[in-house]
């Protein structure tokens, strides 16, 4: 209940000041017409004294109770609870792991693998707002693209410009891994990710996937691998002609899932099949669910203070002071 600028816990409490009217109706119809007036009063020899004010001890008596029932009926001053929220958030290190071998080139996703991917990706990070990233490439051998950064255009620009025969061609996984596992090794970050994505099988570097993947375990790394490539056959590149431009035929998608899971499994990861780009996308989409930030949240609550004690403090000090007029002022004799 709401009275002026207070709000009152109690307001049934308020009933009792029915009280007051009727007690003031008695007195003035019954209490005075019985006793009559007053034959002396020491107020009296106070010069244009009045005989109403003889009554001023019943009105500071009402005044005093009703401002103890208000008191008691908890009055708390009309603003809203406040509540401030403290948020901590605890960004995740995460490392893309990418192939740009130049099966990658396969027209099976539009306007191929390679390109693809790279959109998939990029969404991905852009929405990724309080981690560092990294990105790793790799194709025949590895090496960073970018560091782990917390600047996402910066990220972005340097995952656009990844292209297909930046360095000898092949398909390294492994090695791939392990350059990704090696920016994160020294990571601080409570939940350290490696995505490694790929179309194919390892055939290249001195480091075996597996081998790799327990590296990464060992670094309290999870690997998330994804597998790009439709089921059956894709439209790639076999062969480069004299010009030195792709010459691409239908070959069967071949990618090393065993190994990949392999990977996942040993890493406490998972992995996902991609066999267009619409699945790509809802694997990012997994994953983000998987690697959701970790929010740290104080909340401190203000409390409504409370004005009761200001009401009954005001509430005893008019009944005693109704008392002083009595026994004092308005002292009456026979």
């Given at each position: 209940?709401?009275i002026?600028a207070?709000?009152?816990q109690?307001p049934?409490?308020?009933?009792?000041l029915?009280?007051i009217?009727?007690?003031?109706i008695?007195y003035f119809s019954?209490v005075?017409?019985r006793t009559?007036k007053?034959?002396?009063?020491t107020?009296?020899?106070?010069?244009?004294?009045?005989?109403?004010?003889l009554?001023l001890?019943?009105f500071?008596?009402?005044?005093?109770?009703a401002?103890?029932?208000f008191?008691l009926?908890?009055p708390?001053?009309?603003?809203?609870s406040?509540?401030?929220?403290?948020e901590?958030?605890?960004?995740i290190?995460?490392?893309i792991?990418?192939d740009?071998s130049?099966s990658?080139?396969?027209?099976?996703?539009?306007?191929n693998?390679?390109?693809?991917?790279?959109?998939?990706?990029?969404?991905?990070?852009?929405g990724?707002?309080?981690?560092?990233?990294g990105?790793?490439?790799?194709?025949?051998?590895?090496?960073?693209?970018?560091?782990l950064t917390?600047?996402?255009?910066?990220?972005?620009?340097?995952?656009?410009e990844?292209?297909?025969g930046?360095i000898e061609?092949?398909?390294?996984i492994?090695?791939?891994?392990?350059?990704a596992?090696?920016?994160l090794?020294?990571?601080e970050?409570?939940?350290?990710?490696?995505?490694?994505?790929?179309?194919?099988?390892?055939?290249?570097g001195?480091?075996?996937?597996?081998?790799?993947?327990?590296?990464?375990n060992e670094?309290?790394i999870?690997?998330?691998?994804?597998g790009v490539?439709?089921?059956?056959?894709?439209?790639?590149p076999?062969?480069?002609?004299?010009?030195?431009?792709?010459?691409?035929?239908?070959?069967?998608v071949?990618?090393?899932?065993?190994?990949?899971q392999?990977?996942a499994?040993?890493?406490?990861?998972?992995y996902f099949?991609?066999?267009?780009?619409?699945?790509?996308?809802e694997?990012?989409?997994?994953?983000d669910?998987?690697?959701?930030?970790?929010?740290?949240?104080?909340?401190?609550?203000?409390?409504i203070?409370?004005?009761?004690?200001?009401?009954v403090?005001?509430g005893?000090?008019?009944?005693?002071?109704?008392?002083a007029?009595?026994k004092i002022?308005?002292?009456?004799?026979p």
């Amino acid at each position: 209940m709401k009275i002026g600028a207070y709000i009152l816990q109690d307001p049934w409490i308020l009933w009792f000041l029915l009280a007051i009217p009727l007690y003031l109706i008695y007195y003035f119809s019954v209490v005075v017409k019985r006793t009559g007036k007053v034959s002396s009063s020491t107020f009296h020899a106070v010069p244009g004294s009045r005989s109403w004010w003889l009554h001023l001890p019943l009105f500071f008596s009402a005044m005093a109770l009703a401002l103890l029932l208000f008191g008691l009926a908890r009055p708390q001053l009309d603003i809203e609870s406040e509540k401030f929220i403290e948020e901590y958030a605890e960004g995740i290190d995460i490392v893309i792991a990418f192939d740009a071998s130049s099966s990658m080139l396969a027209t099976d996703f539009k306007p191929n693998r390679l390109e693809a991917s790279k959109e998939v990706a990029k969404e991905f990070v852009a929405g990724r707002k309080n981690d560092r990233i990294g990105l790793v490439v790799y194709e025949g051998e590895s090496f960073t693209q970018c560091p782990l950064t917390s600047d996402k255009e910066v990220m972005l620009k340097l995952f656009q410009e990844v292209e297909t025969g930046m360095i000898e061609g092949g398909t390294a996984i492994g090695m791939g891994l392990a350059t990704a596992v090696n920016r994160l090794r020294e990571s601080e970050a409570q939940s350290k990710v490696i995505v490694l994505l790929t179309d194919g099988v390892n055939t290249h570097g001195k480091i075996h996937p597996v081998s790799a993947a327990e590296i990464a375990n060992e670094f309290g790394i999870r690997v998330y691998t994804i597998g790009v490539g439709t089921n059956g056959q894709a439209r790639s590149p076999v062969a480069i002609d004299h010009m030195g431009n792709y010459v691409f035929d239908y070959v069967e998608v071949e990618i090393d899932e065993p190994v990949l899971q392999e990977i996942a499994e040993i890493t406490e990861g998972k992995y996902f099949r991609a066999t267009d780009k619409n699945s790509l996308e809802e694997v990012y989409k997994e994953i983000d669910k998987l690697e959701k930030d970790k929010i740290s949240v104080i909340e401190y609550q203000v409390e409504i203070p409370e004005k009761f004690y200001n009401f009954v403090l005001l509430g005893l000090l008019s009944l005693l002071f109704s008392v002083a007029l009595s026994k004092i002022i308005f002292r009456t004799t026979p």
